[in-house]
């Protein structure tokens, strides 16, 4: 999928809390952990918010031992999105190379999807919902756009067989995405809502939509 932007990201989670700091030799510092931590205080504080020093204090390491690793915060910023996005691709890419009907891989395809935008939520707030960074933009622009046309080729495959209501694939592709978006975004930034539990939701929703688009 393409990513995208909605409002008041940097308030959906509270600040990440200050680590204590690794003593020298204490370990190897691990890319992994920061890219972690980055993704917290991204979503907690924004772009211009998040510091090299706020990640590096949240890791536990001193700024000089993170630079050992990255260039700056742009390129932490760009490693998360191409994470989250490379994964999706894998998934829509096997998904949609399936021997099944059309309609049972669109499912699986926005299945997988919400499943995760709710199973790693700051990397989903970053890459969908964040206001965008030209950098990190045009860094992962060529795996969002692979993401959603292997997703529309699925929704074209049902529209050549005669199966869409809508009789535009475009539109029904953009519709369906963005009803799955509204829900995931409004679960992960709403988390006091009595939310039903999430494996029911999204199959309700994705029946109800597909019911609506798709003929028998």
Same mark, same amino acid.
């Given at each position: 999928?393409?990513?995208? =932007?909605?409002?008041?990201?940097?308030?959906?989670?509270?600040? #990440?809390?200050?680590? %204590?700091?690794?003593?020298? /030799?204490?370990?190897?510092?691990?890319?992994?952990?920061?890219?972690?931590?980055?993704?917290?205080?991204?979503?907690?504080? =924004?772009?211009?918010?998040?510091?090299?020093?706020?990640?590096?204090?949240?890791?536990?390491? *001193? *700024?000089?031992?993170?630079?050992?690793?990255?260039?700056?915060?742009?390129?932490?910023?760009?490693?998360?999105? @191409? /994470?989250?996005?490379?994964? @999706?691709?894998?998934?829509?890419?096997? &998904?949609? !190379?399936? #021997?099944?009907?059309?309609?049972?891989?669109?499912?699986?395809?926005?299945?997988?999807?919400?499943?995760?935008?709710?199973?790693?939520?700051?990397?989903?707030?970053?890459?969908?919902?964040? #206001?965008?960074?030209?950098?990190?933009?045009?860094? +992962?622009?060529?795996?969002?756009?692979?993401?959603?046309?292997?997703?529309?080729?699925?929704?074209?495959? &049902?529209? !050549?067989? =005669?199966?869409?209501? *809508? /009789?535009? %694939?475009?539109?029904?592709?953009?519709? @369906?995405?963005?009803?799955?978006?509204? $829900?995931?975004? $409004?679960?992960?930034?709403? #988390?006091?809502?009595?939310?039903?539990?999430?494996?029911?939701? +999204? *199959?309700? $929703? $994705?029946?109800?939509?597909?019911?609506?688009?798709? +003929?028998?």
């Amino acid at each position: 999928m393409i990513s995208g =932007g909605c409002q008041g990201v940097e308030a959906v989670l509270n600040k #990440p809390v200050k680590s %204590a700091r690794k003593a020298k /030799g204490d370990g190897h510092l691990r890319r992994i952990e920061i890219l972690e931590a980055a993704e917290r205080i991204f979503v907690a504080d =924004g772009y211009e918010g998040a510091t090299i020093r706020k990640i590096a204090d949240e890791v536990g390491v *001193s *700024s000089t031992a993170l630079y050992m690793h990255f260039r700056d915060k742009d390129e932490i910023l760009h490693e998360i999105c @191409l /994470g989250a996005l490379q994964t @999706l691709l894998q998934q829509n890419t096997q &998904i949609a !190379a399936m #021997p099944a009907d059309p309609v049972t891989r669109l499912r699986l395809l926005l299945q997988a999807y919400m499943r995760m935008g709710l199973e790693h939520p700051n990397a989903y707030l970053l890459v969908y919902c964040a #206001p965008q960074r030209l950098g990190a933009q045009a860094a +992962t622009a060529d795996a969002a756009q692979k993401c959603y046309a292997a997703y529309a080729g699925v929704v074209n495959e &049902i529209a !050549a067989d =005669g199966r869409l209501r *809508s /009789g535009d %694939a475009d539109i029904a592709a953009q519709a @369906l995405w963005a009803a799955c978006h509204g $829900l995931v975004a $409004l679960m992960i930034t709403r #988390p006091t809502v009595d939310w039903a539990p999430a494996d029911e939701l +999204t *199959s309700l $929703l $994705l029946e109800g939509l597909l019911h609506g688009l798709v +003929t028998d």
